[in-house]
Nanobody, 129 residues
Framework: EVQLVESGGGLMQAGGRLRLSCVAS????????IGWFRQAPGKEREGVSC????????YYADSVKGRFTMSSDNAKYTAYLQMNSLKPEDTAVYYC??????????????????????WGKGILVTVAS
């Protein structure tokens, strides 16, 4: 059974930083893409970032470019989202998701979330002004 467990969320002041982690288990293939998505109260889900294990290609939403950095440790099936210069509008539940044997790019997976096979339960990030 594939499982994704997020950690690292919490409350932070605007301008601060947090690092989210996502540990994936239940699969062994090296052909996958892993991404971060978020959903703020009353808003639709938004793709934040995605990385392909094959070529390391990445996607970032325009709203986080230059502030968030995604990385992955393929050997540990772990992904990280370093969030710097946090803004109140970054407040949301952040979800980790994985696509096994993806047929589309990290760009397409990350921007829509369609094609992601498994999702974590999410973790709350609150940024106070």
């Amino acid at each position: 059974e594939v499982q994704l467990v997020e950690s690292g969320g919490g409350l932070m002041q605007a301008g601060g930083r947090l690092r989210l982690s996502c540990v994936a288990s239940g699969f062994t293939t090296d052909h996958y893409a892993i991404g971060w998505f978020r959903q703020a109260p009353g808003k639709e889900r938004e793709g934040v970032s995605c990385i392909s294990s094959n070529d390391g290609s990445t996607y970032y939403a325009d709203s986080v470019k230059g502030r968030f950095t995604m990385s992955s440790d393929n050997a540990k099936y772990t992904a990280y989202l370093q969030m710097n210069s946090l803004k109140p509008e970054d407040t949301a539940v952040y979800y980790c998701a994985v696509a096994l044997f993806p047929r589309i790019s990290a760009q397409e997976l990350g921007s829509t979330g369609y094609g992601m096979n498994y999702w974590g339960k999410g973790i709350l990030v609150t940024v106070a002004s």
